[in-house]
């Protein structure tokens, strides 16, 4: 369920949910995405939340840590693995059976009794897994939903990193930064894990009571909130209270935050969205082209098999874990067959009939049915299924940061798709010809371009042979 209209308080246009509303929608989630937690106040109640939201048959989910977490006693429909190395061929069959799943290295730290939570657990707490091995799993499950909990609290309300902290993974689409409204008014040293440190660079006594302005410059700092957030994730944030609702609260904090860089600023009151600020930046969409016939790939490289699953369903989800909003998905060869490969999905499916024309064709009807509101869009191609969401969220800041209206990437110099085309340039893509993309606009505008080099040149690979196909596949 949508959120009602804004109502106005302290200059704040604060989003209401008048009736329960998935977390996952709240914040902007899909399933396949893969969130970190860290902060303090409520990250395993949103974690143990999601778990339940987006492990569904068909559509697995996983709870994993950098640090530590409180065994749950197992509900139904989870399951619990421990191992140092988990690998892909030790999941897949797992999630095959139970569509929700807690990991962790081994069972850890013993405590004197089970701590208050979102569940029944186990007196004692399970290790997790480095970063590091994270980032060479997570890639290779794309099927399934990844939950981190990326920093420990010591069960305060309010959090500063320690030096080490936060241990996020690198193969993240988004962030979610936790504090606990319920903090307000009480003493700084009482409820904040490592308040000295945070008093060092926030200022403030230990005995002062916590403030809107002193939360918001704790989540805003870079050695505080922000610290340690990987180039391109999404940011956000979440704001909780266990029982009660304070919505003057909420749009204080969201007032002393002010032009703040979270895309989503969310309520949650024992997990329930309560309401939400959303970011005044206008929207960026995805254009994914899937109208080839894949001549030398022997068929539409759009319902190639990934993983399980059609390839344009994949690269789709790529895009909505990137926040890309709307998604348009331009099909032409077997384009009743490229529909069905993308039933249920949020998507608008355009239809290229002058397919055979080339790619410029696809690139102008996706276009036109791009809403007016959107300033921008990323144009992705359906076969280069190993680009990271963060990457495409990279091309984005990038865009609000030097307002070009074209974003590449750049392999040695050369440019390489995906894409950021901004309204400016919306006309000179509608005159393309032929089997044409961006690079004639790369000729004709240079000074318009914002060029970033690729992290990683095997995000923008794509292929067309099914030698090519199955060599990817396997990376």
Not at 182 to 194: D, K, N, S, Y
Not at 365 to 386: H, K, R, S, T
Request: include cysteine; aromatic fraction near 6%; charged fraction near 20%.
């Amino acid at each position: 369920m949508l959120p009602s209209g804004p109502q106005m308080s302290l200059g704040v246009a604060c989003m209401r949910f008048d009736t329960p509303s998935p977390l996952y929608e709240a914040i902007g989630l899909v399933p396949g995405s893969v969130i970190a937690f860290i902060g303090a106040g409520g990250k395993t109640t949103a974690a143990w939340r999601l778990l339940h939201e987006l492990g569904q048959p068909g559509a697995p989910a996983i709870w994993t840590t950098t640090t530590h977490i409180v065994e749950p006693i197992l509900p139904e429909g989870t399951g619990l693995l421990l191992t140092e190395d988990p690998i892909p061929g030790m999941l897949r069959p797992l999630l095959q059976r139970l569509p929700r799943w807690i990991l962790g290295a081994r069972r850890a730290e013993a405590l004197p009794e089970p701590p208050d939570g979102p569940y029944r657990a186990h007196p004692w707490k399970l290790k997790g897994l480095p970063p590091g091995q994270l980032d060479r799993l997570i890639p290779r499950m794309p099927e399934a939903s990844w939950l981190i909990e990326a920093d420990g609290a010591r069960r305060m309300l309010l959090k500063w990193p320690a030096a080490h902290e936060p241990a996020l993974p690198e193969e993240i689409d988004a962030v979610a930064v936790v504090a606990s409204l319920e903090a307000l008014g009480r003493p700084i040293g009482a409820v904040t894990h490592r308040a000295r440190q945070a008093i060092a660079y926030l200022g403030g006594d230990l005995n002062d009571p916590v403030t809107p302005e002193w939360i918001a410059a704790l989540i805003r700092h870079p050695q505080g909130g922000q610290k340690g957030i990987p180039p391109g994730a999404r940011r956000l944030l979440l704001l909780t209270r266990e029982r009660t609702w304070d919505p003057q609260a909420f749009e204080a904090v969201c007032a002393a935050l002010g032009d703040s860089p979270f895309e989503h600023i969310v309520a949650l009151v024992g997990g329930e969205p309560m309401a939400r600020v959303d970011s005044p930046r206008a929207p960026v969409a995805g254009i994914v082209l899937a109208a080839g016939e894949g001549r030398r790939f022997g068929g539409p490289k759009a319902l190639a098999d990934w993983h399980g699953r059609p390839l344009v369903r994949h690269v789709v989800a790529l895009a909505q874990r990137a926040g890309l909003d709307p998604v348009i998905v331009v099909v032409g060869a077997q384009a009743g067959q490229v529909r069905k490969a993308l039933i249920g999905m949020p998507v608008r499916v355009v239809e290229n009939p002058a397919w055979p024309e080339g790619m410029s064709r696809s690139i102008q009807a996706g276009l036109q049915a791009l809403p007016p509101e959107v300033e921008a869009f990323v144009l992705l191609q359906v076969d280069q299924p190993v680009v990271r969401p963060r990457w495409l969220r990279q091309l984005i800041e990038v865009h609000r940061a030097t307002a070009q209206p074209m974003v590449i990437g750049t392999v040695d110099g050369d440019p390489r798709p995906p894409a950021l085309f901004a309204r400016p340039l919306f006309p000179a893509l509608l005159r393309l010809q032929g089997d044409q993309g961006g690079r004639p606009l790369i000729q004709a505008f240079p000074e318009a371009i914002a060029r970033i080099p690729v992290p990683d040149p095997t995000w923008v690979m794509d292929f067309d042979t099914p030698e090519d196909y199955q060599r990817l596949s396997e990376q």
